[in-house]
């Protein structure tokens, strides 16, 4: 690709993120997913444990953090695209000169990054006022898992995002998504509470190598195969995304119904 | 105006609720995603209270996620009941009604009540034995009655706190709050007494006298005085929400706005 490709492409994902940062702004579900959520998820998890130890406040923090950036990143898949239809840009993002799927990407990015932000920002402060002793170690690899977190929530908000592209029912679709991830994740609920038959689809979670990866890396270890994990699960969905949004708005354009819904 | 008349106004108030509620909740998306989503949820929370607390933990928050799923219908989506008229332009006819608005509002608002009720059953049938607590689901069964008169306290709450928030277009946000702090605060998943300021809140909202009144039923304990608590509270927030409701119905009227604005 030649620079000039590089740079049209570069703003394209730029224009996007500070889009999606615009209507963030304006959108309650950023603030609930990012600032309740997670103060009253820490909340049930620490203050029912009589003087949790560090470790403990460890893995529920990041634990917490890794779910509600879940939930975040599911109502935001959904939204990106139901917010473009009800602007009535969709369609011209579509047949657009450039490729529909910087669009999506940029946005997902931008959601992300603002997601990871105010849940980050959120759980010091809980933990703060809870007087939650924590570790937090391998403060490089803490940062690298952390950006991960990222990446992973911009590949699937563009795999999840083709899904709502296709069907009305958005806020319902996102409202299912999020406590199968929650339960099977193993964030807060660790993977051996799961009944056996219901364990094996957190192997494809790259959340739960992520939890697995972070709560290591804050207590100064180094988990690089739960590290590899998540990264090689990331890569799939992005790849995944990319192939399934093409293939989806390719149908919708058929069928006429992009701008329906 | 006659019983009779009044009691068929009342049907066709009560037939126009169910009919929104259909058009915005098909059959097919509240049996694939409305009630699995509370099942997981209060799966979800009921592996929480055991990776938390154990055994005792899994019974504990057993019965108080069962009523955090009442909150779904209750507080977070009966906001779309006033949010309608809003959408719809109607508002001004409602004014012109024979029945007060709050009356409407509260008629139509019975099929959130409904899923509610329908969620919480299909809870405790499902999550209890799953999690190996048959003999609390039996007991549950038996106590199920209080279940129902917490979804119609959360109800009245939800519909008080959705009424400043429809001129605001903020009934995502207000509704969404009030089930976050109810969840926090109404001693579901936190037993009382850990956090004062918790418990404080919890003493004006919904479910917490109701749950109190169920874990007595569990413990062989009197409980009729919590279910009089729960059911003073419900009524304190009913009133208050057909004060609000009246206000805003006047108000519309003296300023020539019609829609809540």
């Given at each position: ?205 790259s959340?739960?190598w ?17 590290l590899l994990a998540a990264g090689a699960l990331t890569a799939g969905y ?24 | ?261």
């Amino acid at each position: 690709m030649s620079a000039e490709r590089w740079l049209v492409t570069a703003e394209v994902v730029g224009t996007s993120m500070r889009a999606q940062w615009a209507d963030m702004r304006t959108s309650p579900l950023a603030y609930l997913l990012g600032v309740v959520q997670p103060l009253v998820f820490l909340l049930v998890t620490l203050t029912p444990q009589t003087d949790p130890p560090a470790a403990e406040g460890t893995r529920a923090a990041f634990g917490v953090l890794l779910t509600a950036f879940w939930g975040s990143t599911v109502w935001s898949a959904a939204g990106i695209l139901r917010r473009e239809r009800m602007q009535g840009t969709l369609a011209r993002t579509l047949t657009s000169v450039r490729d529909p799927r910087l669009v999506v990407l940029g946005k997902s990015f931008g959601s992300s990054l603002v997601a990871v932000a105010l849940v980050t920002a959120t759980v010091a402060g809980t933990l703060a006022l809870l007087r939650q002793p924590v570790r937090l170690d391998g403060g490089g690899w803490l940062l690298l898992g952390l950006a991960l977190v990222v990446l992973s929530g911009t590949g699937v908000g563009l795999l999840l995002g083709s899904l709502f592209v296709l069907s009305r029912h958005g806020p319902q679709l996102s409202s299912a998504l999020m406590y199968p991830v929650y339960l099977l994740g193993g964030m807060l609920v660790p993977p051996d509470l799961v009944p056996g038959w219901l364990g094996w689809p957190s192997w494809g979670i790259s959340l739960r190598w992520l939890q697995q990866y972070l709560v290591a890396a804050a207590g100064g270890r180094l988990d690089m195969p739960a590290l590899l994990a998540a990264g090689a699960l990331t890569a799939g969905y992005a790849v995944a995304g990319a192939w399934l949004f093409r293939r989806v708005t390719d149908l919708a354009r058929r069928q006429a119904t992009v701008e329906l819904y | 105006m006659s019983s009779t008349e009044l009691a068929w106004r009342a049907g066709v108030t009560i037939r126009t609720g169910f009919a929104e509620y259909r058009a915005a909740n098909p059959p097919a998306v509240v049996l694939t995603t409305t009630l699995p989503r509370a099942v997981l949820q209060c799966l979800f929370f009921t592996l929480l209270g055991r990776a938390i607390g154990g055994p005792e933990g899994a019974r504990f928050a057993y019965v108080g996620a069962v009523a955090l799923i009442l909150t779904l219908a209750t507080m977070a989506s009966i906001g779309d009941v006033p949010m309608l008229e809003k959408w719809s332009g109607t508002f001004y006819r409602l004014q012109r009604g024979v029945l007060q608005p709050a009356t409407t509002f509260f008629l139509r608002a019975l099929p959130w009540v409904a899923e509610a009720v329908v969620s919480a059953l299909l809870c405790i049938v499902v999550v209890g034995p799953v999690t190996g607590q048959g003999a609390l689901t039996v007991t549950l069964l038996g106590a199920f009655p209080l279940y129902a008169v917490m979804a119609v306290t959360a109800a009245a709450t939800g519909a008080a706190v959705a009424a400043p928030a429809v001129g605001r277009r903020a009934d995502v946000l207000f509704g969404n709050v009030l089930a976050y702090l109810t969840v926090a605060c109404c001693g579901a998943l936190i037993p009382p007494g850990r956090v004062a300021l918790l418990d404080a809140v919890g003493t004006v909202l919904p479910l917490r006298n109701g749950i109190l009144a169920v874990r007595a039923v569990v413990a062989g304990r009197p409980w009729a005085g919590h279910l009089l608590a729960e059911l003073a509270v419900g009524a304190g927030w009913a009133l208050l929400a057909w004060v609000l409701y009246g206000w805003q119905t006047r108000r519309a009227v003296r300023l020539g706005i019609d829609d809540f604005a």
